[in-house]
């Protein structure tokens, strides 16, 4: 008990002859926050404030009304559409968040371990992102005359004989759909593994390799540990590009399936705005949701 006396005195001290330079210098600290802080509250933090109020405002067909009511949310909740819907929504995010893994990841290890000069790596690695600079509805929309009936890979397989018939499921299809968010969003997981293996200390790969590790022991036991945070921060990245996406789901499927944006897009276009933003918030809490728990499985702050 006395030692702990004895700490809050010499604290409660401490405060009291606190020297006036040293407020002046958190006062400056504080003012040096308030830009970014003003940048996060008036462009994220408000919209955010003002999508979970408006989710609980009353409409009809022509208007929104200000009012607090929870059928937006019990309308939600309580269809099994809407539950098709996120379920339909979460398999297009598993399924691309695989593919994308297993691509990223080998994109990034041969990038960084197999390419021997640093110019070399940085050529390659803009190869990569020469797609970026067209817009991702005209990389989206280049895959139809590839894969339509009378597509290329369809007149392949015909003039090779391989099928009788165009196969119908290339195009407008969840295969359709998968495959032009592969093409959309790996990127964004190759770059933060890229990242984190450079990072890797090179001399931890040779003393596994001196040690008697093989290259497969040396993948798993040394390079996949210290590969996670970047395969997280790709992970949570197109996840929720993924989550977000509806034009694709629209082109792609030909109207044939559907995401929870693209349902809120279609409740936004019949001025459903209240119901629109209720769905908004269930996303973005199973967004946060899942983002929280690969953050507890990772950690992330390393590469920050």
Not at 134 to 145: E, V
Not at 263 to 271: D, P, Y
Request: proline residues 4%.
């Amino acid at each position: 008990m006395a030692t702990i006396a004895d700490a809050t005195t010499r604290v409660a001290t401490k405060a009291r002859t606190r020297k006036p330079g040293s407020r002046i210098g958190e006062f400056a600290a504080y003012l040096q926050a308030l830009p970014l802080l003003v940048i996060l509250g008036g462009f994220l933090l408000l919209p955010l404030l003002m999508i979970a109020v408006v989710s609980f405002w009353d409409y009809d067909f022509a208007a929104m009304y200000p009012d607090f009511v929870t059928f937006n949310y019990t309308e939600t909740l309580g269809s099994w559409v809407t539950w098709k819907t996120y379920l339909n929504t979460l398999k297009f995010a598993v399924i691309v968040w695989m593919i994308t893994l297993f691509v990223g990841f080998w994109v990034a290890y041969f990038l960084a371990f197999h390419v021997r000069t640093s110019a070399m790596q940085t050529v390659l690695f803009l190869v990569c992102t020469v797609p970026f600079l067209t817009s991702n509805i005209i990389r989206m929309i280049s895959w139809i005359p590839v894969l339509g009936r009378n597509g290329l890979v369809n007149s392949a397989l015909v003039d090779t004989g391989l099928v009788a018939a165009p196969v119908e499921w290339l195009l407008y299809s969840d295969f359709a759909v998968v495959l032009a968010m592969v093409h959309l969003y790996t990127l964004f997981m190759v770059t933060p593994i890229f990242n984190t293996l450079m990072r890797i200390d090179r001399s931890l790969v040779e003393a596994a390799r001196d040690a008697g590790a093989s290259n497969l022991q040396v993948l798993t036991n040394v390079i996949l540990p210290l590969a996670k945070p970047g395969m997280a921060i790709g992970t949570i990245f197109v996840v929720t590009l993924v989550m977000a996406d509806f034009s694709t789901v629209q082109v792609m499927s030909g109207g044939q399936s559907a995401s929870v944006a693209l349902m809120m897009k279609n409740q936004m276009s019949l001025l459903q705005y209240p119901a629109a933003a209720a769905n908004a918030v269930i996303l973005l809490v199973l967004v946060l949701m899942m983002v929280a728990g690969i953050l507890r499985i990772v950690d992330i702050r390393k590469e920050l």
